[in-house]
């Protein structure tokens, strides 16, 4: 494992300097680009990594997969009456959608469907974004992970266009809560700061069947970890997820603090940082490595 992943690090170190750091959230814009980690966990929950590995940064969207599964925890099958399971083909942050198709929105890794999910977990939980931070904890065996609240705070400052859509789905009675509890713990969710070590840890059960071996527990049954990992592979990289299937071709979760998890079932999860991010909101070099990982390995899902 190890010199597999210093010949990714080798692959995709001359690419140190591409892209743009997510400005539209102001607390992340000051985050220094020149960033790179991986890890990955083997299903016997060893880690092995290269890099700023141990650096905790902003999960952002990461936070939607951890989000959707207490949610698939508590409501089962239910879920799905008011997410769809399809690829959107639009930004993450779109809201055009929503109008056409009644206030469901199209999956659960977009902005409006996290919302969705979020609005559940409201229900459900007496603070979700603790119930969050600490199902994260079990899963990566690491009790210090916070959520940062300069990160949430600043968020919310600019959360026009996440509280139209979560207004847009109340309008079409797919929004319970009140609105601005439910983006609290939504971007508190997304501030969730974790290192690559900890997300290939948190990751894990994803590639094992859905059992956690920190936790020693199972955290899906085997059918919801095979629907998981599905909406990841179609989903997962927003409007990059095509392309993410054809060049990579692993379920995977991105988020705009620049880490990507991935999973290669059976064998292991993965997590690759790296701050700077495409005009898709995806890490650079964190496509990249992945894109250097499934080459070297010579396996994907498909
Ligand atoms: O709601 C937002 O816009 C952010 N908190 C999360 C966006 C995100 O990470 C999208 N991912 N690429």
């Given at each position: 494992m190890?010199?597999?992943?210093?010949?990714?690090?080798n692959?995709v170190?001359?690419?140190?300097g591409?892209g743009k750091?997510?400005?539209?959230?102001?607390?992340?814009?000051s985050v220094?680009?020149a960033?790179?980690?991986?890890?990955?966990?083997?299903?016997a929950?060893?880690?092995?990594?290269?890099?700023?590995?141990?650096?905790p940064f902003?999960i952002?969207?990461i936070s939607k997969?951890?989000?959707?599964v207490?949610?698939?925890n508590h409501?089962?099958?239910?879920?799905?009456d008011?997410v769809g399971?399809?690829?959107?083909g639009?930004?993450?942050n779109?809201?055009?959608?929503?109008e056409?198709?009644?206030?469901?929105?199209r999956?659960p890794?977009i902005n409006a469907g996290?919302l969705?999910v979020?609005?559940?977990?409201?229900?459900?939980?007496?603070?979700?974004?603790l119930?969050?931070?600490?199902?994260?904890?079990?899963?990566s065996a690491?009790d210090?992970?916070f959520?940062?609240?300069?990160v949430?705070?600043?968020?919310?400052e600019?959360r026009?266009r996440?509280?139209?859509?979560?207004?847009l789905?109340?309008?079409y009675?797919?929004?319970d809560?009140?609105v601005?509890?439910?983006?609290?713990?939504?971007?508190?969710?997304?501030?969730?700061?974790?290192?690559?070590?900890d997300?290939?840890r948190?990751?894990?059960?994803l590639?094992n069947?859905?059992?956690c071996?920190?936790s020693?527990?199972?955290?899906?049954?085997?059918?919801e970890?095979?629907q998981?990992?599905?909406?990841?592979?179609?989903?997962?990289?927003y409007?990059?997820a095509?392309r993410?299937?054809?060049k990579?071709g692993l379920p995977g979760?991105?988020?705009?603090?620049g880490?990507?998890?991935?999973?290669?079932?059976?064998?292991?999860?993965?997590?690759?940082?790296?701050?700077?991010l495409?005009?898709?909101g995806?890490?650079?070099?964190?496509?990249?490595a992945?894109?250097?990982?499934?080459?070297r390995?010579?396996w994907?899902?498909?």
């Amino acid at each position: 494992m190890q010199s597999l992943l210093n010949e990714i690090y080798n692959d995709v170190k001359p690419m140190l300097g591409q892209g743009k750091v997510a400005g539209y959230i102001p607390a992340l814009a000051s985050v220094d680009p020149a960033q790179f980690g991986i890890a990955i966990c083997d299903n016997a929950g060893e880690v092995t990594s290269v890099g700023e590995a141990d650096t905790p940064f902003s999960i952002q969207s990461i936070s939607k997969l951890f989000n959707l599964v207490m949610a698939m925890n508590h409501y089962g099958e239910g879920l799905w009456d008011r997410v769809g399971c399809e690829p959107s083909g639009l930004p993450f942050n779109s809201l055009v959608q929503l109008e056409y198709e009644s206030g469901i929105p199209r999956n659960p890794f977009i902005n409006a469907g996290a919302l969705v999910v979020s609005d559940m977990n409201e229900s459900r939980f007496a603070s979700p974004h603790l119930a969050m931070r600490d199902f994260v904890r079990r899963l990566s065996a690491n009790d210090s992970i916070f959520s940062n609240s300069d990160v949430a705070d600043s968020e919310y400052e600019h959360r026009s266009r996440n509280a139209a859509m979560a207004y847009l789905m109340k309008a079409y009675h797919n929004f319970d809560n009140e609105v601005e509890d439910v983006l609290h713990n939504y971007f508190y969710n997304c501030a969730v700061e974790m290192s690559c070590k900890d997300l290939a840890r948190s990751m894990n059960f994803l590639a094992n069947r859905g059992h956690c071996v920190f936790s020693a527990s199972d955290v899906l049954n085997k059918d919801e970890t095979r629907q998981v990992n599905a909406l990841l592979a179609t989903s997962g990289l927003y409007d990059e997820a095509g392309r993410f299937a054809f060049k990579v071709g692993l379920p995977g979760k991105s988020g705009v603090g620049g880490g990507i998890v991935a999973v290669v079932p059976g064998r292991f999860s993965l997590c690759v940082w790296s701050p700077a991010l495409n005009e898709m909101g995806n890490s650079v070099l964190g496509v990249a490595a992945l894109e250097s990982l499934t080459r070297r390995i010579n396996w994907s899902v498909y």
